[in-house]
C-alpha cells in the first residue's frame, strides 16, 4: 500500500488543540495525535455513515465485536470474549473508573513514574492515595524498581496501574517482566488496570506486545485492560475506547461507577463507525504508518544524540521519545524549547522535569526543522 506520508496537511483552523496550543511559528510536537490523514478505508466509511444524515443513538454492532475479539487474538494470541468489552469514550475516564472501583476512599493505587499525567492524577480526583514506583535504569534498559515498590507497598495497596507500551518512555514489558510483576500482584492482591493503548505501535522488530492479561489465569481474573483504536489510527478526537474486563465482578463494579456518569456507548456512532473501519480495512495502512514511524524513529534517536547536551534512548514502542535534557541545565527546559520554535511537552507533568516528551507523528521534513531549530538554540545557549 502506497501511502504519502510525507505529505503536508494544513491543519490550521481546524480546531486542533495541538497546533492551537503555541504561535503559529512554533512546530507543536507535543499532544499525542498524528499529523497524518487516517486510513483511506476508515474516511470512506465516515462518508458513507455521514451521507446516510441521520445521527441518531447508536449501539455496538455483532460486527464491531467480533473485529475487536479477532484483533486480540490475530495481534495478540489473546482470546477474549465479546462480553468482556466494555465502550468508553476515552481511556483517560476509564483510568479514573478504575481508581474508584478498585480502591475504596483513603486507600492506595500505585502508579510508575514517569508516565502519562492522569495516572499521577486520577487517585487524588477519586480521593485515593497515590504510591509510585520508579521507572530506573538497568542495563541501558529502563525497568520497574519492584524492589523499592515492595517496601513502600501497605496493606491498603488495591491497584496498579501499568502503562504497557508505557508513556513515556517507550518500554513494553516481556513476558518475563509481565510474569514477575504478575507474581508481585497476587502476593499484595492487587488488580492491575493495564493500559495498553498504544499496544499496535511497536517499533523494535524484536518485540512482541503481550496483553498483562493473557498470561495467566490470576492475570486474566485481576485486571481490566484498555484498549483504543484512536493512537494507532489516529482517531483521537472521535472518542472511542474500551475496556476488556474479564472476570465478572470486576465488570460489575466498572459498570457501577461509570453509570450515569460517562456516557452510555449510545452516543458513540462515529466513533463506533471509525473502529468498525480500523479494524477491517486499516491493517496495510498501519503497517505502512510503522515504516515511516520506525524512519522518523531512527533519524531522531541519531540527530537528538548528535546534539551535544540532549540524549535519547532507542524507543521500542509509541512516537513519543523520551529526551533527556538534564546535561544542559535550563531552569525550564520547555520554555527554552518553545522560545526556539519547537513545542514539547514538559517532563515534569509525566513526572520528571530532567525530560522533555517529543511526538514524531509528523512529516520527515517538519521533524527535521524541529530538530534543526534545536541544535541551532543549544548552540547559541
Ligand atoms: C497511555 C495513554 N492512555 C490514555 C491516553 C488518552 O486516551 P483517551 O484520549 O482515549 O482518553 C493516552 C493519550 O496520549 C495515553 O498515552
Known sequence: MTIDFDKVVDR?????????????????????????????????????????GVFGYTEPDNELEQRVVERCRNLYQWAIQP????????????????VRAYADEGESVISPVPVYYPFLTAPALGGRQLKTVDWV????????????LEKKITHDSRLLMLCNPQNPNGRVFSRAELETLEQFCKKHNLTVCSD???????????????????????????????????????????????????DGKLRHKFNRVRKGIVPDPDNMLIGFTATKAAYRH????????????????????KAINDIPGLAMEPLQATYLAWIDVSALGLEDPH???????????????FGDGNYLRLNFGCCRSLLEEAVERMA??????
Open 12 to 52: 490550521s483552523n481546524t480546531s486542533s488543540l495541538k497546533w492551537d496550543r503555541f504561535n503559529p511559528d512554533v512546530i507543536p510536537l507535543w499532544v499525542a495525535d498524528m499529523d497524518f490523514q487516517s486510513a483511506p478505508g476508515i474516511i470512506e466509511a465516515l462518508h458513507q455513515r455521514i451521507d446516510h
Open 83 to 98: 462480553d468482556w468489552i466494555v465502550w468508553m469514550p476515552g481511556l483517560v475516564s476509564a483510568l479514573n473508573v478504575c
Open 137 to 148: 535504569q538497568q542495563d541501558g534498559q529502563w525497568v520497574l524498581d519492584l524492589a523499592s
Open 196 to 246: 495498553e493503548v498504544h499496544c499496535d505501535l511497536i517499533l523494535d522488530r524484536n518485540v512482541k506486545h503481550i496483553p498483562y492479561a493473557s498470561i495467566s489465569e490470576f492475570a486474566r481474573t485481576h485486571s481490566v485492560t484498555l484498549m483504543s483504536p484512536s493512537k494507532t489510527f489516529n482517531l483521537a478526537g472521535f472518542g472511542c475506547a474500551f475496556a476488556i474486563i474479564p
Open 282 to 301: 486499516g491493517e496495510p495502512w498501519r503497517q505502512a504508518l510503522l515504516e515511516y514511524l520506525r524512519g522518523n524513529h531512527d533519524f531522531l534517536v
Open 335 to 349: 520554555s527554552f524549547f518553545e522560545q526556539a520554535g519547537v513545542g514539547l511537552s514538559p517532563g515534569k507533568q
Open 376 to 381: 541551532k538554540a543549544i548552540k547559541q545557549f
